[in-house]
């Protein structure tokens, strides 16, 4: 299924896109009265999910509406937590980041680089970037794939990880590469207000065989810049789900951004940041794309 979050005259709802891709069957008028997506993915049941996947590959159902008359938003506009990300988790990604940072890459990434991404609130697909040039001269995107958790995890082994997991969706990893570089830590390089875009929709996890093997692509002004695979992962998802949750309970709806390919801004000689005006598309395999221009 495809879980969005819509907003219609003011009010924010949750739904699922029929299998023709044009319409959207509201959650709230077919008997799942949950608040929002995090409300969703917290509570529903797994007679309910079959429920409700029934329902919607019938295409039948209470008050279905063309998606061309509501608004798509992110489909988790406001995260639980922190976004969990992953950072350098393909080795082409590593490379290109230690030539900008002018050190010596050794090759070894025995151990995944963890930061937290704050999220004011995550912005639509087809919604601005926020440029922040009043602070920031070096704006740079990243396309990834996120995984969303569906009940909460803990000492969870690699074998049992995609159990947890509730489905994808694409992410731009926005950045201000100076800021993340001036800190020596992401935390405000990261997490700038309008630097998480997500969307267009949740996936949920039973359509996408475990683990999934998607290709990965941006676009700035239709030029291609990224171009990878998920089966270029240094560190996998069963192994970022089977470490995380050793010591650190991973709640439902906790989203982890699972690193990205390279071909980002700063990997270009000379680098290629984004500037307003500029479109970026993120797109992956099997999910969909999000576009967004900065502004």
């Not at 490379?95 to 004011?120: H, M, T, W």
């Not at 992962?233 to 050793?246: K, P, T």
Request: hydrophobic share 40%; aromatic share 8%.
């Amino acid at each position: 299924m495809r879980l969005v979050t819509y907003s219609q005259n003011g009010k924010e709802y949750i739904g699922a896109v029929t299998p023709c891709g044009t319409k959207v069957l509201p959650l709230h008028e077919n008997g799942f009265p949950y608040k929002d997506m995090n409300d969703l993915i917290m509570n529903i049941t797994d007679v309910e999910k079959q429920a409700l996947s029934s329902l919607v590959k019938s295409g039948i159902g209470n008050g279905i509406i063309s998606v061309g008359r509501v608004k798509l938003e992110a489909p988790i506009p406001e995260p639980r937590q922190d976004i969990v990300c992953l950072g350098i988790n393909y080795w082409a990604h590593a490379e290109e980041s230690v030539r900008y940072k002018k050190e010596a890459f050794d090759g070894d990434r025995k151990f995944p680089v963890y930061f937290s991404k704050r999220v004011d609130r995550a912005v639509a697909d087809g919604d601005c970037i926020p440029s922040h040039s009043d602070i920031i001269s070096t704006l740079d995107y990243e396309a990834e794939l996120a995984v969303i958790i569906g009940k909460d995890a803990r000492n969870v082994s690699k074998e049992d990880a995609f159990d947890y997991v509730f489905g994808y969706t694409v992410i731009n990893d926005v950045t201000a590469r100076e800021l993340q570089t001036r800190h020596k830590q992401w935390t405000f390089g990261k997490g700038l207000d309008g630097f998480a875009p997500m969307g267009p929709w949740i996936v949920t996890a039973d359509e996408i065989p475990a683990p999934p093997v998607l290709t990965i692509k941006s676009f700035v002004n239709g030029e291609p810049r990224q171009n990878g695979r998920t089966d270029m992962f240094i560190h996998d998802i069963a192994y970022v789900i089977n470490e995380l949750s050793q010591g650190m309970t991973l709640k439902a709806g906790t989203i982890i951004a699972t690193g990205t390919p390279a071909g980002v801004g700063m990997g270009f000689v000379p680098p290629k940041f984004l500037k307003e005006g500029d479109v970026v598309v993120c797109e992956i395999e099997g999910i969909g794309k999000i576009t967004n221009t900065v502004k």
